[in-house]
C-alpha cells in the first residue's frame, strides 16, 4: 500500500472538518452551549479524540463555525442585497439554507441573542461583523424602499422574525416549512 499525497490527506482533513462542522451545527440546534464535544463526535460518527484533533474546546469549534457562516452570510448578502433583488427574495434564500444546513442558522439564532452563550469580547467581535455584513445592508434596502429612518432595527426584527419562524421547522429537523407564506406575513408591505 503506498502512502497518501499531500493533496489525498487535505481532502480527508477538509471532509473531515465539514463533518465536524454539520454535525456541531445539528448538536448546537439541540443543546445550545450545553454540547459537548463528544456530542459533536457522535454527531459526526467520529471517534472522541478525531475532533479533538481538529478543535481543543467547543468554543473554539463554535468559534470557526461561525465564521464561516459569516462568509456565508456576507455572500447571501451581496448576492441578493446589493444587487437590487427583492428583500422577500433574499428572506426566502435564507429559510431555504437554514432548512439545509443549519449552520447558517445558528449564526443567525446567536447574533438575534447578541452572541450572549460566547466569552464576552468574541461576542462582540461577532456582533460587529454580523451587523456589518447583514444588519446594515438590510437596513440600507429597507431605507432606500421605504424610507425608514430606524432601518437598522427594522433589519434586525425581521432577521428575528426569520430565525423565529424557522426554528419552528429547524428544531423539528423538518424540512417542511412554508416559506413564502412566512416571507408574505414578515416582509409583505415591502
Request: a neutral charge.
Amino acid at each position: 500500500m503506498t502512502p497518501r499525497t499531500k493533496e489525498q490527506n487535505e481532502a480527508i482533513r477538509t471532509r473531515r472538518m465539514e463533518q465536524i462542522m454539520r454535525a456541531a451545527a445539528e448538536t448546537y440546534v439541540l443543546k445550545g452551549i450545553n454540547m459537548e464535544m463528544r456530542d459533536v463526535a457522535a454527531a459526526a460518527d467520529l471517534g472522541y479524540g478525531t475532533v479533538y484533533h481538529y478543535y481543543k474546546n467547543k468554543f473554539d469549534l463554535l468559534s470557526d463555525l461561525l465564521n464561516m457562516a459569516l462568509d456565508e452570510a456576507e455572500e447571501m448578502g451581496l448576492n441578493y442585497l446589493t444587487k437590487g433583488r427583492p428583500v422577500k427574495d433574499y428572506g426566502i434564500a435564507l429559510l431555504r439554507r437554514w432548512i439545509k444546513d443549519p449552520s447558517l442558522f445558528v449564526l443567525y439564532k446567536l447574533a438575534c441573542e447578541h452572541f450572549r452563550e460566547l466569552p464576552e469580547q468574541e461576542a462582540k467581535v461577532f456582533m460587529e461583523r454580523f451587523r456589518q455584513s447583514v444588519i446594515t445592508p438590510l437596513g440600507e434596502v429597507l431605507r432606500t424602499a421605504s424610507g425608514d429612518s430606524r432601518s437598522d432595527e427594522s433589519a434586525f426584527l425581521i432577521i428575528g422574525g426569520l430565525v423565529g419562524c424557522a426554528g419552528l421547522s429547524v428544531y423539528r429537523r423538518s424540512a417542511e416549512m412554508n416559506e413564502h407564506e412566512i416571507v408574505k406575513l414578515l416582509l409583505g408591505s415591502l
